[in-house]
């Protein structure tokens, strides 16, 4: 992936949070403030506007931008977390022009890690970052393997969407859902279904 195909997957990311905005709605209208996904599409549509016409060959640049100008444009939580994971992709990746299948795994490895060290949450507390982090595991397993993109973009996308459903047994440690305390078990976490439409998109542009 380089980045002219970032860019692409960035457009591809707008594109499937703006179909399913309603559902993010939906999703964290029983838990949250139902800004989700207003949030995420207006979020990603930025991020993908911000890179369009760029002519910068450095992937970790192309990522840092759009992380950058996400956060601008929905300075909440959410809309927070998700441009630091592009930030610190872009850190991580900075000089990059080419990434193989192990620096894409690092890539999404570097956004999880972006968005567990601004969001101060660790794995089992109903976040984004237990729809992701299946997801990255598999990309390295794949990576290690030599199984094909393509059938590695899938199966993280398996893993992302089981981790999401997975989230309805976890007990809720942050944002408003830990006010409903036990009765956040059987809830599905609306972050958790990002991190999931995030491989599904990825999963998508690899096909």
Known sequence: ??????????????????????????????????????????????????????????????????????????????GTLMASGLMNAGKVLKNVEELDAKQEAAFFQAYFDGVKNRGKAELGEKTFLDGLYPAVQALWEGAETGLSQKKTAQQAASAAWRAFEDTKRLLAKHGRMAIRGEQSRGMLDPGAAVAALLMKGYAQFKA
């Open 1 to 78: 992936m380089n980045a002219a195909d970032l860019r692409k997957l960035i457009q591809v990311w707008a594109e499937l949070m703006a179909e399913n905005r309603d559902w993010l709605i939906e999703l964290d209208s029983v838990v949250g403030d139902s800004d989700l996904g207003l949030t995420m599409s207006d979020g990603f549509r930025a991020a993908a506007d911000a890179v369009r016409e760029s002519e910068a060959s450095d992937v970790g640049k192309t990522a840092y931008l759009a992380g950058k100008a996400m956060a601008s444009a929905v300075p909440s939580t959410m």
